[in-house]
């Protein structure tokens, strides 16, 4: 089994956070969102990895090599124009030489991992499995529609206006080849874009086994700042206090704090759960519940929490 992990898009929604850099790349609990997905996927056993690009390659690639440090093979698919999801998997015919596969939307986090999703989908023998989850918002997702007596998914719609349940389409799915039967049928949607749920609809239609597993543990697409927001500070609650830095005597650590090597805490309060990376200096500030400071990171004189704290891009 291969995976397919979706990097491309302009991240147009995040700006001016990722203006100029990728969203997947953006740190939960400082660590970018892109290798969750990496490490969820390995988890679950694969280590054959495609990741499909746009136009932030360069930083995609720059960030994640060549998955050695995974114990993966990474893969890179370059697509002209994020054209819809299932443009992506319409380019990744050659890669996955006939295998069946996950996808993974490079900006969603499970927390509890895929294993036991790739088990299932491989035990049942089914063309594609989706997953689901109920949402407060599903105009913002593909939404599920189940047929009431049998359980079996039915109808699928791309961000309906008018919802017909709050069952949202999580992003991450399994197929085997008959997708690329799929997406080479389906047009593109009113908004342009090849969609994977038309593609998913074309398996439903044209009698393919579709099996929907509804998740419970929390799921994030994080493709807007609240939402990662809420991500990093249900990560940062996940946390264990390490403290390798340097806390002087007039500062006090309070709490699940973790604090990196080479960084420096000077008369200031931190209050768990937080992290701050490698080699940062705290000086006369309060550091807040919920907040991520990345690596090489200066605050000074300042009050926060509730935030990410990116390092300076020069
Ligand atoms: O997060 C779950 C939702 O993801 C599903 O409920 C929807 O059915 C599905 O369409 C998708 O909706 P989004 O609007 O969140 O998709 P987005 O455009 O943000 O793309 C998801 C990821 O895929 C993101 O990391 C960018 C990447 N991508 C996107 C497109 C359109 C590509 O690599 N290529 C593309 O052409």
């Known amino acids: 089994m291969k995976a397919l992990v979706l990097s491309g898009g302009r991240g147009t929604r995040l700006r001016p956070i990722t203006h ?6 953006v740190p939960v609990a400082n660590k970018p969102i892109l290798f969750y997905a990496i490490e969820a996927i390995r988890d679950a056993g694969i280590t054959d990895i495609g990741i499909v690009v746009g136009d932030t390659q360069a930083e995609i690639r720059r960030a994640c090599g060549n998955g050695d440090d995974w114990g993966c093979k990474i893969t890179y698919l370059p697509q002209e124009a994020p054209l819809g999801l299932a443009h992506a998997v319409k380019i990744s015919e050659e890669f996955m ?16 991992g895929i294993a036991g999703l790739v088990d299932e989908y491989r035990a049942g023998g089914y063309n594609a499995q989706i997953l689901l989850a109920h949402v407060p918002r599903p105009k913002d997702f593909g939404v599920a529609e189940l047929d009431a007596a049998t359980g079996r998914v039915i109808r699928l719609e791309e961000k309906p206006a008018e919802p017909k349940t709050d069952l949202a389409l999580v992003g991450v799915y399994m197929f085997d080849r008959n997708i690329f039967e799929a997406v080479n049928a389906i047009k593109p949607s009113a908004r342009g874009e090849l969609e994977i749920t038309d593609a998913i609809q074309y398996l439903i239609d044209h009698d393919y086994n579709v ?61 768990g759960p937080a992290i701050i990376g490698d080699n940062c200096v705290i000086e006369n500030a309060y550091v807040g519940p919920f907040t991520s400071i990345y690596y090489n990171c200066v605050v000074r004189g300042s009050e926060i929490e509730h935030s990410i704290v990116l390092e300076v891009v020069r």
Do not use: C
Request: no cysteine.
């Open 97 to 112: 030489a006939g295998e069946p596969f996950v996808m993974y939307l490079g900006d969603n986090l499970v927390k509890d």
């Open 211 to 271: 099996h929907s597993h509804v998740i419970d543990g929390w799921w994030k697409d994080t493709g807007r700042l609240e939402d990662m927001l809420e991500a990093n500070r249900i990560v940062l609650d996940g946390l264990l206090r390490k403290i390798d830095g340097e806390v002087d005597a007039a500062s006090s650590i309070h709490g699940k704090v973790r604090i990196g090597k080479g960084s420096r805490v000077v008369n200031s309060v931190i209050r």
């Open 20 to 25: 100029t850099s990728a969203k997947q790349l």
